[in-house]
């Protein structure tokens, strides 16, 4: 017979309210149609603001571990995702307006932002690569869906089309990554990996190949240099006020995969992947700040610089 252990619940209360409230104003934006689009961006702001709060008062200091370990509440993931609700409220108060004026200012926009930052808030707390995907996903289909907000426009919707492309590719980049760890090491869970490698009982060759797709798939959702061709086109062709989501909290949820899946796992092969980091940085800092000077348009600038 299985033994079935109840989780601590107490450690994901964060991401369980966001979760529920994003059905409340789904389900409340369906009913009140009238006074929909007020009504969704004030209950995902104020989800916002108690998101943080919650996270404040279930910070504990000490690494918890729960969910059969696929879930970590630390320090690190505390303040990133405090970042990530302050980043997204932000983007969202500022881009009301530009929404309002082109009348694309609808309920389905704040749920789409709520739902990606609980994709975000799982990549946070995964202690586990499976979690972590999902969170990926979670996050991205929410993004693809909103640069293609403005139906009307035909850039958006080509932005749109490869960002999904492009998105599925890294995706698959990443998958295989893992695919490739888990047949060298034997374990999807950071802390399996990194006592893998300590050991030195995993599979070096596989175990290196899987490395080089990671670290792809992560350069791909920070957009840096070569994986770069998707983030000036999305940037340009999507509405401002998704460029302006799309440019802060994302990022951060990238850092936190780079920094759980690099630094957690893969320490002890760090000479390896430090090497690629560093060139991807430096061509990312010269080819971007080159590129930037040619542009005709703001948001290709930004996006390069």
């Not at 009348?103 to 499976?130: F, R, S, W």
């Not at 490869?162 to 060298?184: D, E, H, Q, R, T």
């Not at 999807?188 to 060759?205: C, D, H, I, P, R």
Request: glycine fraction near 6%.
């Amino acid at each position: 017979k299985m033994n079935f252990v109840v989780p601590d619940f107490y450690p994901a209360a964060a991401e369980i309210f966001v979760a529920v409230m994003a059905l409340v104003i789904m389900l409340a934006s369906t009913f009140a149609r009238s006074i929909a689009r007020n009504l969704a961006y004030l209950l995902t702001q104020a989800t916002l603001i108690a998101a943080a709060f919650i996270t404040i008062f279930t910070m504990e200091g000490e690494v918890v571990l729960t969910f059969s370990n696929l879930f970590i509440s630390d320090l690190l993931g505390d303040v990133l995702k405090l970042m990530i609700y302050f980043s997204t409220a932000i983007a969202l108060l500022y881009g009301r307006g530009y929404l309002a004026d082109r009348k694309i200012d609808k309920p389905e926009y704040y749920l789409l932002a709520l739902l990606m930052t609980l994709g975000m808030m799982v990549m946070v707390t995964a202690n586990h690569m499976l979690p972590m995907y999902i969170g990926l996903e979670m996050m991205s289909l929410a993004l693809y869906t909103m640069v293609a907000f403005d139906r009307d426009s035909a850039r958006s919707t080509e932005a749109a089309m490869k960002y999904f492309v492009l998105g599925a590719l890294a995706s698959g980049l990443l998958l295989y990554g893992m695919s490739m760890v888990y047949g060298a090491t034997g374990t999807l869970e950071f802390s399996g990996v990194a006592q893998a490698l300590y050991n030195q009982t995993a599979n070096q060759t596989v175990l290196m190949f899987g490395v080089v797709f990671l670290v792809a798939g992560i350069c791909f959702k920070l957009g840096v240099v070569p994986f770069h061709m998707w983030v000036p086109d999305v940037y340009q062709g999507a509405p401002t006020a998704v460029t302006l989501v799309i440019a802060t909290a994302p990022k951060l949820a990238a850092f936190a995969m780079a920094v759980r899946l690099l630094i957690w796992a893969l320490f002890d092969i760090a000479e390896e992947w430090q090497m690629m980091l560093m060139l991807v940085a430096a061509a990312s800092i010269v080819l971007g700040n080159l590129a930037a000077i040619a542009q005709q348009n703001i948001k290709r600038m930004l996006a390069y610089s």
